[in-house]
């Protein structure tokens, strides 16, 4: 009886691994087929500059300018953002100089503002 038990379970787990081996799938998640398009720290992805800085822009833009308590809180536009590109160039909206360009690159990309 023990033995059957055990020769079940062990049917189920080859059978179920090898489902999961076979359509791609890891037991830890994620699929077989997007090599290189997750951004994890250390890795080299397949993602360019241009998209890095565009979201790290996205990101600072969020934090420092959009957030619940910042002056362009749900009034960011495409009216308005060549104003705060101002505002951000001239240093009155205070953001680090290490995020500055990536800020003023997405501004520019997304509410498409001649420089």
Not at 16 to 44: I, M
Request: hydrophobic share 35%; net charge positive; proline share 2%.
């Amino acid at each position: 009886m023990k033995r059957a038990l055990i020769s079940a379970t062990l049917l189920a787990l080859v059978t179920s691994s090898t489902a999961a081996f076979a359509s791609g799938t890891s037991p830890r998640g994620g699929g077989g087929d997007n090599w290189g398009t997750k951004v994890l720290r250390g890795t080299n992805s397949r993602i360019s500059n241009k998209d890095r800085l565009i979201t790290r822009g996205r990101v600072q833009v969020r934090r420092y300018i959009t957030c619940e308590s910042c002056e362009y809180h749900n009034n960011l536009n495409r009216e308005t953002a060549p104003e705060v590109a101002q505002a951000v160039r001239a240093g009155r909206i205070e953001i680090k100089n290490i995020h500055r360009d990536a800020v003023l690159y997405y501004l520019y990309k997304r509410y498409d503002i001649t420089r």
